[in-house]
């Protein structure tokens, strides 16, 4: 049996703003730079309006369809009453909390 390893990293995940972002590539690629082959993968987002999401992708349609669902279920404007930072803040406030988050 192999003893236990821990190791640690800081990802920084440029975005445009809104949306879902893929970030398999450099997750995969930081667990084969420290040549894990079993173990416990956590990842934590530090943003409070962001989630992390697994989602197979199968299909690349599922991500345009999760965006559009989203736009549909909290849609930006002026009519929420949480509008510090705009007609976005109440949106990426609230549909995290409908996702599983880290």
Same mark, same amino acid.
């Given at each position: 049996? $192999?003893?236990?390893? $821990? ?5 920084? &995940? ?5 949306? @879902? ?9 930081? @667990?084969?730079?420290?040549? @894990? ?16 999401? &697994? ?14 669902? &989203? ?23 609230? @549909? ?7």
């Amino acid at each position: 049996m $192999q003893p236990l390893r $821990q190791a640690t990293h800081i990802l920084h &995940i440029d975005t445009q703003g809104q949306g @879902v972002v893929e970030i398999s590539r450099p997750v995969t690629s930081w @667990v084969a730079d420290e040549a @894990v082959g079993q173990g416990l993968l956590t990842l934590f987002c530090r943003h409070t309006s962001a989630s992390l999401l &697994i989602q197979e992708n199968a299909a690349p349609e599922v991500r345009s369809d999760l965006e559009a669902w &989203i736009a549909r279920l909290a849609p930006e404007g002026d009519h929420y009453a949480h509008d510090d930072e705009g007609p976005t803040t109440c949106p990426r406030t609230c @549909v995290p909390r409908l996702r599983a988050s880290s």
